[in-house]
């Protein structure tokens, strides 16, 4: 095994660091390669809670409850939740080329860390239509546009990936970041909303009237099936409230559009959202509660 890690490393960072196209970041116990041109570095050096909300939740887990990481980028999330608990069965979902071999690499080298931690790794773009996109994007975030001609990636349904790889028990945690079509990825769930472990931690990123209709759907029919607790991050990983009121959720979806389209001044530019069912109310309510107190 550790002669198959090295032989992927060697592979996947020779020609990257010799164009010195990489770094090395620290996340917990754990350093992983990033491209040179990835924020979170500088994100998190500026905003202290930036992207921090995860390790802190999973840290609470059972061993051997599911986590899926859709958007999951060059493994940076995964890097930071593993660090805190590493008994848990990681599933990593990452369209993008460059993205996905980044996360093949620091897979690995999380490996020679906890080398018992269960990790799936799926290349895929997530929908809950058949639909076939490329994506764009800068920074080390990149998002479906259907614009981009070239390159174009079939999307599959979440339910039907988890079921590809023979999931039986029930998911504990589905994140997803994938700028501005997570109600997508949330609608394509299917099954694995069903269950009363499951929570969800999504971005709430739109740029237009259609991604805004999207969510404000996705967070009404959350209610209808049993998700009744919603917790609102700004994008700087702050806490803001929690509410299953819809109103309020349009309101403050309505908040930042008119931002999006110049009618106010910027505060923030989208949400983190954190949604579960009543048997993890408590249990939440603490996790939030330490987190704000960090």
């Not at 990481?69 to 940076?76: P, R, S």
Request: aromatic share 10%; charged share 25%.
């Amino acid at each position: 095994m550790r002669k198959l890690i090295k032989y992927i490393l060697n592979i996947i960072f020779n020609t990257c660091e010799a164009k010195d196209e990489s770094v090395l970041y620290e996340l917990g116990r754990l350093s992983i390669h990033l491209p040179r041109y990835h924020k979170l570095p500088e994100y998190q050096q500026r905003h202290r809670q930036y992207d921090r909300f995860l390790p802190h939740l999973i840290k609470d887990l059972n061993h051997g409850d599911i986590v899926i990481d859709v958007g999951a980028n060059c493994g940076d999330t995964l890097a930071g939740m593993v660090s805190k608990n590493p008994k848990l069965h990681y599933i990593c979902i990452e369209p993008d080329n460059e993205f996905y071999s980044y996360l093949l690499s620091n897979t690995a080298l999380i490996k020679q860390t906890f080398p018992d931690t269960s990790i799936d790794l799926v290349q895929s773009l997530i929908s809950d239509s058949e639909v076939a996109a490329g994506l764009t994007g800068k920074g080390g975030t990149k998002h479906r546009d259907k614009t981009v001609a070239r390159g174009l990636i079939k999307a599959s349904r979440l339910a039907d990936v988890v079921d590809k790889l023979g999931i039986a028990k029930d998911v504990r945690l589905i994140k997803s970041d994938v700028d501005g079509y997570d109600y997508d990825v949330i609608n394509s769930a299917g099954r694995l909303l069903e269950s009363e472990r499951v929570m969800l931690f999504f971005e709430c990123h739109y740029l237009d009237m259609g991604q805004r209709d999207g969510f404000i759907r996705l967070l009404g029919d959350l209610l209808k099936i049993g998700f009744n607790d919603f917790w609102f991050f700004d994008n700087f990983g702050e806490f803001m409230l929690n509410t299953n009121d819809s109103k309020m959720h349009g309101e403050l979806i309505d908040y930042v559009m008119r931002q999006n389209q110049s009618k106010a001044t910027r505060t923030i530019h989208y949400f983190d959202i954190l949604s579960s069912k009543p048997s993890d109310h408590i249990f939440l309510s603490r996790v939030v509660d330490q987190y704000s107190e960090c």
